[in-house]
Every structure is written in C-alpha cells, then in structure tokens.
C-alpha cells in the first residue's frame, strides 16, 4: 500500500478464521464489511447469520483484554449488539443512524473486559476454511 507499507502489513484471509493469535490486537475495526460474511448461504438465512456471528467473535478472540472494537455497518446491528452481549463485552453501545456515501449505516462500539474469561456462551467452534 503506497505510502504506508512501512507502517502497515496487510494480511489476506476469513474473517471467520482470523490469521492472529489470541488476544494479539489493542483495538479492532470492521468498516462496513460483516454484513457480507455468509453470503454465500444467502443474505436472510440462519447460516448466513451464523456466519456473521462467527466473524463477530473472531474480532472478540484476537482482541486483547481491555481492548476497544468498532463495527460499523449497513445491517444486522441488533444481531453484533446481541452477540457481542453473549459474549460478555462491555460498554456496547450504537450510535445515532450515520449517513456517508447516500447510505445510512450505525456504529457499535465494545470493550473487551480487562479480566476476559471465556463463559458458557463462548464456544470455540470448529472453522470450516473457504
């Protein structure tokens, strides 16, 4: 990435199956990208849903305890707002309806707790490779 590159090293893979060790990141963001995760299944389906939820948790694994996320995205709010509550996140909160680019989109911030432990809504999951 011109200008960057000293800066910046971009990795390519699933935003299933994250190519970070756990707990490696202080802050994580998602811009406008979780709501495409399991479109293969079909925008509206349980598995298509899954599948977003799964990418959810994977910004949760690699972020560190007392680490800060963003998701900010088209659709399916209340469904990170849920998840990232199962997952035992603090400080969820969206914003205000956000309108950039003629589309109108929120933003969910978290924070991971300081003292994470993973709880029974936790499950690590066996991860198919796409």
């Known amino acids: 990435m011109e200008g960057v590159g000293e800066y910046v090293t971009c990795r390519e893979g699933d935003a299933r199956r ?4 756990d707990n ?22 349980a598995e298509a849903a ?7 948790a994977e910004m949760v ?5 007392g680490g800060v996320g963003v998701v900010w995205d088209l659709v399916h709010v209340p469904e990170y707002v849920l998840r990232l509550q199962e997952l035992k996140m603090e400080d969820v909160r969206v914003s205000e309806r956000v309108t950039a680019f003629m589309v109108s989109s929120h933003i969910v ?3 991971k707790p300081s003292q994470h432990v993973h709880g029974p809504a ?3 999951l ?3 490779l796409c």
């Open 18 to 21: 994250l190519p970070f060790p």
């Open 24 to 45: 490696y990141f202080d802050v994580v963001v998602s811009g406008v990208f979780v709501h495409t995760v399991g479109r293969e299944y079909g925008q509206k389906t």
């Open 50 to 56: 899954a599948e977003r939820m799964r990418a959810v």
């Open 61 to 65: 694994r690699v972020m560190k305890p």
């Open 109 to 111: 911030s978290f924070r």
């Open 122 to 124: 936790e499950v690590r």
């Open 126 to 128: 066996d991860w198919r």
